[in-house]
């Protein structure tokens, strides 16, 4: 049986508790809400949010090849800090906070692995930033986002406060520190697809082609026409 640790000298733990302690009081509907948005609805809103930040904001961008890079990489540095996270989860070995600690109203029981970091956290910071970086009204919206899936994962009591912040903290260095690199590399993916048949993926207005040439049927010189030649 877990042990009922000290909160008074945790703060980690006693935020735990206090944020958990909602879950205990709150109607089952309620639970069952931020467990769905928790586990799958907010990464599910941050994804069709990058897929409408691509559609409607960085094709219709001065430099669209940049942009849609930008909404590229936000996608990518998601993946990245995620295996980033493998060592750093095997190296910590931090247990689940049901694990340690009685008493807590664990929503959801079937995850697997270690504590720390949020995996959930790690994707929602990288996505949330990568999207700050090509629009801030859309930026905004996924912090927004991504804030909200970190208190629901200390909320259904599977990871402590730290843990969010941890994911919050490589998500985000992930998707800064690596963007120079990942945007060059990104940006001239992009700017040749802009050029092929994939440019609608690029370009909400392809770019215009070689003026067409004049097919109309050329006019007969006439005789006078020799004659001011000559």
Known sequence: MAEVANDSVNPDISLLRDINDFAKHAPRGVDRAVEFFGEYGLIALLTVLAGWCWWRVARRSTDAPAAVAGVLW????AVVALLLNIPIRAFVQRPRPYDEHDG??????D????????DHATLAAALA?????VSRKAGVVAVL?????GLTRVYLGVHYPT????GFALGAATALLLAPLALALLTALTTRAALTRAAFLVHAQPFPGPPAQDRR??????ADDKDLAA
């Open 104 to 109: 807590l109203d664990v929503l959801v029981h």
């Open 217 to 222: 049927t050329p006019r007969r010189h006439s």
């Open 111 to 118: 995850q697997n692995g270690f504590s720390f970091v949020s």
């Open 129 to 133: 930033v990568g999207l700050f970086m």
């Open 163 to 166: 843990d969010v912040i941890g």
């Open 145 to 149: 986002l991504a804030l909200c899936e």
């Open 74 to 77: 936000a996608a990518l540095a």
